[in-house]
């Protein structure tokens, strides 16, 4: 009996460590990898229909990395399902706007138009934050103070 009262110990820190696997996080566990990128959005975000008839808004991210000699870009395609003010604000964005997007990402394969079997990454935003705003053309867009009532 002596040499199982000695592994007690060792079996209640095995349990405890099980149990609190997870501790650190206060989400569930999901399906899903999370990724972030920070990049500049390649174009304007334009708005798709899916098939069933959800509106969704698609965008690419252009994300930079390596010195200037060796400088590499990956484009990131990225889709979100947005509603209201949000779905609005992310359609006013213009291309060059640094952003800091995280995301749920799935690989998906797919046979091409050639029948030669393909993997894409889908990436689903889900949440978004404006960094910087690309420069404007100061003589393109002038303050009009008229507008809010300024003398």
Do not use: C
Request: aromatic share 8%; net charge positive.
């Amino acid at each position: 009996m002596s040499a199982f009262a000695s592994l007690r110990p060792t079996l209640r820190q095995a349990t405890t460590a099980a149990s609190a696997a997870r501790t650190f996080s206060s989400s569930a566990a999901r399906a899903a990898a999370r990724i972030t990128i920070t990049g500049r959005l390649a174009a304007t975000p334009e708005a798709h229909a899916t098939s069933t008839g959800q509106d969704i808004i698609r965008y690419a991210v252009a994300s930079s990395y390596g010195s200037r000699e060796n400088r590499k870009t990956s484009w990131f395609q990225i889709a979100s399902f947005s509603e209201d003010k949000q779905r609005e604000h992310l359609l006013s964005l213009p291309k060059g706007t640094l952003l800091y997007v995280e995301g749920d990402a799935k690989l998906k394969s797919y046979e091409d138009s050639e029948g030669r079997k393909q993997t894409g990454l889908n990436i689903t935003q889900r949440y978004l934050e404006v960094l910087q705003r690309p420069y404007a053309d100061s003589s393109a867009e002038q303050f009009d103070n008229s507008e809010y009532g300024s003398q």
